[in-house]
């Protein structure tokens, strides 16, 4: 009894294997079914999948690694034009005064909290 073959090709003169894909479940001959790829970084890595003509997926070119070309090679002694930086810092005391450097000089500034007109027991909204 010869049972159903799917799309198979079956000749008793040249016999050849079958194989069932690994995506849509028809059967196929071996020779038919092609193995499935996809990029992993820089190259093609074999994901292990016999699949059919219908079923193979194109590699998909935005998981591939982009290479980047390397830097130019930087100059022998090279002379940049000098220019004045400020550098600014701040350093939080426990009086609610930030004391600031900048170009040597410190100045010292009083933070103050607005208050909240919402907030309970401010005076704003109190009837």
Same mark, same amino acid.
């Given at each position: 009894m010869?049972? !159903?073959h ?5 000749d008793?003169r040249?016999p050849?294997?079958?194989?069932v894909c $690994?995506?849509?479940?028809f059967?196929?001959?071996?020779s ?7 990029w992993t970084g820089?190259?093609l890595?074999?994901?292990m999948r016999?699949v059919c003509? $219908?079923?193979? $997926?194109?590699?998909q ?11 130019p090679? !930087? %100059?022998l002694?090279p002379?940049?034009?000098?220019y004045?930086?400020?550098v600014i810092?701040y350093?939080y ?6 004391m600031?450097q900048?170009n040597g ?5 009083? %933070?103050r %909290?607005?208050?909240n !007109?919402?907030?309970?027991g401010?005076?704003y909204?109190?009837?």
């Amino acid at each position: 009894m010869v049972g !159903p073959h799917g799309r198979a090709r079956i000749d008793s003169r040249r016999p050849e294997a079958l194989a069932v894909c $690994d995506r849509c479940g028809f059967l196929y001959n071996h020779s038919d079914l092609q193995w499935q790829y996809q990029w992993t970084g820089t190259r093609l890595q074999n994901l292990m999948r016999l699949v059919c003509q $219908d079923c193979l $997926d194109i590699p998909q070119e935005q998981i591939r690694s982009i290479i980047l070309p390397p830097d130019p090679l !930087p %100059i022998l002694n090279p002379r940049s034009e000098q220019y004045t930086a400020e550098v600014i810092s701040y350093m939080y005391t426990a009086t609610n005064k930030v004391m600031t450097q900048m170009n040597g000089t410190v100045m010292i500034r009083e %933070i103050r %909290i607005t208050p909240n !007109p919402e907030a309970p027991g401010t005076g704003y909204l109190d009837p």
